[in-house]
């Protein structure tokens, strides 16, 4: 313990070096613009400045790498709440919550809590990474695709908890994202699927498209045909408060994503995207007041925002420790490491000690200064609600559209996105909840992908899922979660219908 501290402070001193520092502050700008930017995506902005490290030495390359990262996975939160517009699929229960918030007259205490859980989050991953990384790392390589295929349909078993009045709708919308998430050709054995013969569905619905138009434009069309639309003057001063005061309420959930992003985002090949959607359906289980989740509910958006930067030291953990990518981000990392000459793995600790300690003690930096940084950019942002509800939803239909257009320089994809606006205006107006169709869209494919390997590799055998301990454990929890809501709901009206009889039988 004792050594690891003195390599930490040590490292603390490293990462903050003129040079280092400059990295880690132009990484995290670069970050949550991207992530801000629909199409863009944090793993796309790691990727581009891959090439601009070739001429750096591999910690200032790495700490603009890390910059990247912890920036990007909270920048798609800000054009999430201030515009309904999530960056990054990860940021979509954030949507959900933050833009509920926004329109109520919530905008600075939702920005504000975005910030401080996202920091917080990616500050208690980074120590954690610093002290408990090689024992984690052994335990989360005993998981196979077994594994991470149970683990994913605990992510679609939360859909329970994502329909506002009707499990039925829910599970409607759930498994028409995943019907969505099946168009195109099949990764393992390369069987067209429901395509007809048209070119740009050969290679599936990008579930970039399907965020853009179901959120943003769905929004637009929806404010567009409402007599009183809800105005964005009471946004108009939305500079975001510190509540640190504001946090010591919600430090269960906080407690809780940031768990939940360290453990599922230390399972390679989960990441931010799977333990954001977990985090808020645990979350909402264990809340008093489930009915408020979707309403603009603060714990909601704690535990999904914190789970998401929880994620990335979880993540970091097997690329630092056994040389695998936790992560695409991670494995873009990788490839820096290789670069340089470097081959991350268990000796790694003791070869590199000065360079693995400086960049996890960069992580800690990084989260302190995006707190800053969060906040000019969330106020940057947070001057377009100045602009007049007309003129401004105008800006973000073009600026979706480009976004879509940017995806594979396709037409097709922006049409797909009016397509989709159109379904999510009408989704709206028919009572059916949009977001288990996003989660369908995104965690649809994860699982068939886990699905198909786990069983080539048991031989077509389907009881490999409950006689693995962890999978086995997962799955009933799963069931849990879709069972337990409807005995709730049984128990209450059996409760009601009782309460009903005995004032019938006291009425003379």
């Given at each position: 313990m004792t050594e690891i501290l003195v390599n930490l402070g040590a490292g603390l001193v490293a990462a903050c070096a003129p040079l280092n520092l400059g990295m880690i502050v132009l990484g995290l700008v670069i970050g949550i613009l991207a992530g801000a930017l629909p199409g863009i995506t944090m793993v796309n902005s790691i990727v581009l400045v891959l090439p601009f490290t070739y001429l750096m030495g591999i910690v200032p390359a790495l700490l603009l790498m890390i910059g990247v990262y912890c920036g990007g996975v909270f920048g798609g939160s800000i054009t999430g709440i201030l515009f309904n517009i999530p960056g990054d699929p990860m940021n979509v229960p954030t949507t959900w919550e933050g833009y509920r918030m926004n329109r109520a007259g919530q905008t600075r205490y939702a920005l504000g809590l975005a910030i401080m859980s996202s920091a917080v989050g990616g500050l208690v991953s980074a120590l954690f990474l610093a002290f408990f990384a090689p024992p984690f790392a052994r335990f989360a390589l005993g998981f196979s695709s077994v594994e991470f295929f149970s683990v994913v349909v605990f992510g679609l078993a939360s859909v329970s908890v994502l329909g506002q009045s009707s499990m039925l709708a829910a599970l409607i919308s759930l498994f028409a994202g995943m019907?969505?998430?099946?168009?195109?050709?099949?990764?393992?054995?390369?069987?067209?699927?429901?395509?007809?013969?048209?070119?740009?569905?050969?290679?599936?619905?990008?579930?970039?498209?399907?965020l853009i138009g179901l959120f943003a434009i769905g929004e637009v069309l929806e404010q567009m045909v409402l007599r009183d639309p809800p105005q964005p003057e009471q946004s108009v001063s939305a500079v975001p408060r510190l509540p640190l005061l504001d946090l010591w309420p919600l430090r269960g959930p906080l407690a809780r994503g940031t768990a939940v992003g360290i453990?599922?985002?230390?399972?390679?090949?989960?990441?931010?995207?799977?333990?954001?959607?977990?985090?808020?359906?645990?979350?909402?289980?264990?809340?008093?007041?489930?009915?408020l989740f979707g309403t603009g509910h603060a714990p909601g958006l704690v535990a999904s925002e914190s789970s998401v930067n929880g994620s990335t030291?979880?993540?970091?953990?097997?690329?630092?420790?056994?040389?695998?990518?936790?992560?695409?981000?991670?494995?873009v990392m990788l490839g820096a490491f290789l670069i340089h000459g470097i081959q991350p793995g268990p000796l790694l600790f003791t070869t590199q000690a000065a360079a693995v300690y400086t960049i996890i003690a960069g992580m800690v930096v990084a989260n302190v200064i995006m707190i800053g940084l969060g906040f000019v950019a969330a106020l940057s942002f947070a001057t377009l609600m100045k602009v007049p509800a007309p003129i401004l939803n105008t800006f973000i239909v073009v600026f979706c559209f480009l976004g879509a257009y940017a995806l594979r320089n396709d037409m097709a994809d922006v049409w797909l996105t009016m397509l989709f606006g159109v379904l999510g205006f009408f989704m709206r107006r028919w009572g059916l909840p949009v977001p288990p169709l996003v989660m369908g869209v995104i965690l649809g494919p994860m699982a068939e992908a886990y699905f198909l390997t786990s069983m080539v590799?048991?031989?077509?055998?389907?009881?490999?899922?409950?006689?693995?301990?962890?999978?086995?454990?997962?799955?009933?929890?799963?069931?849990l979660l879709i069972v337990w809501p409807?005995?709730?709901?049984?128990?209450?009206?059996?409760?009601?219908?009782?309460?009903?009889?005995?004032g019938e039988e006291a009425t003379p």
């Open positions: 019907f969505l998430g099946t168009i195109g050709t099949e990764q393992q054995y390369g069987v067209e699927r429901f395509a007809f013969g048209v070119p740009f569905l050969k290679t599936g619905v990008d579930f970039v498209t399907v453990v599922v985002g230390g399972l390679a090949g989960a990441g931010a995207t799977v333990s954001s959607f977990v985090s808020y359906g645990l979350e909402k289980q264990f809340s008093r007041r489930p009915e030291g979880g993540a970091m953990i097997h690329l630092l420790t056994l040389g695998i990518p936790g992560s695409a981000a991670t494995a590799s048991s031989g077509n055998d389907p009881s490999v899922f409950v006689t693995r301990p962890i999978s086995a454990t997962l799955l009933a929890l799963s069931v409807l005995l709730r709901t049984l128990r209450r009206k059996r409760m009601l219908s009782g309460e009903r009889s005995d």
